[in-house]
């Protein structure tokens, strides 16, 4: 999934949480209180240099460990493992 070396470090939320893999780290990624956190470093890395640097240390993380991918693949063997809502007035056999 990730190559060797992959840093399992969130170095955007205050308490930089360590992971002990991939799967975890990508949950964390996509969670509420981490997104809320990305905002909030965006919003000040307008007017604070510290959190520009922050937000730069990031975004080079997540460029160079292509996490995007990783994230997209990850929902994609979700979206895969859901079973399938049957349509509305269908009925069963």
């Known amino acids: 999934m990730a190559a060797a070396g992959f840093p399992l470090r969130c170095c955007i939320c205050p308490k930089q949480?360590?992971?002990?893999?991939v799967s975890h780290l990508l949950t964390h990624?996509?969670?509420?209180?981490?997104?809320?956190?990305?905002?909030?470093?965006k919003v000040r890395s307008?007017?604070?240099?510290?959190?520009r640097a922050i937000l730069e240390e990031y975004d080079d993380w997540y460029t160079t460990?292509?996490?995007e991918q990783l994230v997209s693949q990850?929902?994609?063997?979700?979206?895969?493992k859901r079973p399938r809502v049957r349509a509305e007035g269908s009925s069963r056999p």
């Not at 990624?29 to 470093?41: D, F, P, Q, R």
């Open 17 to 21: 949480p360590n992971f002990s893999d």
């Open 29 to 41: 990624v996509g969670s509420k209180g981490h997104l809320a956190h990305h905002y909030k470093i």
């Open 46 to 51: 307008g007017h604070e240099i510290v959190s």
């Open 65 to 67: 460990w292509n996490v």
């Open 74 to 80: 990850r929902m994609d063997m979700k979206d895969k």
